[in-house]
């Protein structure tokens, strides 16, 4: 399992590394590793049913002060990836990192358990407050 992870977990690392020894908080990660399997690879049967883009953001439902905590969340997003993203045109087309945040942060409140690693996508208040991001890598 661990060296059909490694591809992935490549990429991840090196930004992970530019950050030391100040980590993003793990829905940055979550949603680069998202990011680069759209840019990266074809979509599964099951992407084939349900992908990323289908997600509903709500971004008109948000408050004032849950727009600025994810405007934070894609500033900290920019700033964890730049080893791998150098500008926006990088990112798959029409992609839009503010709406992608509302996506992961506001709509998946689950956990997802991997093998070595684990990410928990909590629920919009715990997201979106402090001290979840990052002042400087």
């Known amino acids: 399992m661990e060296k059909k992870a490694w591809p992935d977990h490549k990429r991840e ?60 969340l894609a500033m900290t997003f920019q700033h964890f990836m730049r080893e791998e993203i150098n500008d926006a045109s990088q990112l798959p087309p029409s992609f839009d990192l503010f709406e992608a945040f509302a996506k992961v942060s506001l709509k998946i409140c689950l956990c997802v358990r991997a093998v070595s690693q684990s990410f928990t996508l909590c629920c919009l208040q715990t997201c979106l407050e402090p001290p979840w991001y990052i002042e400087d890598c």
């Not at 940055?28 to 883009?53: A, H, N, Q, T």
């Open 13 to 72: 690392c090196r930004c992970l590394k530019s950050c030391k020894p100040r980590y993003p908080p793990d829905s940055v990660r979550l949603l680069g590793r998202v990011i680069v399997k759209l840019m990266d690879e074809k979509p599964s049967e099951s992407e084939r049913l349900y992908s990323f883009y289908d997600l509903e953001s709500n971004i008109d439902k948000l408050t004032e002060d849950k727009k600025e905590g994810l405007r934070q």
